[in-house]
């Protein structure tokens, strides 16, 4: 069973943080792991595992400009399922 089922993708763009900040935020606000946070506020890439992407989403659509998101139920690609 995994702890955090969700791997979100994000790319951003005309963020108002550095990725160090952002990261903490992240760490700080919504719960998972595997955080990357890299780029900076011109274009940062935000990859993190957790149960609750839409948190993230809203916390990063809060500093900056989002799109080509991806959530992917890393617990169905265990089972061999479309995430």
Known sequence: MLAFRYDTQ???EHLTLDEETLAALIQREVPGDSL?????????????HTNVPWKLLE???????MYDIIVEDMDRQSRGLQG
């Open 36 to 48: 990357l946070a890299v780029g900076d506020a011109e274009l940062m890439k935000v990859h993190f």
């Open 10 to 12: 994000l790319l951003m």
């Open 59 to 65: 916390l990063c659509a809060g500093v900056g400009e």
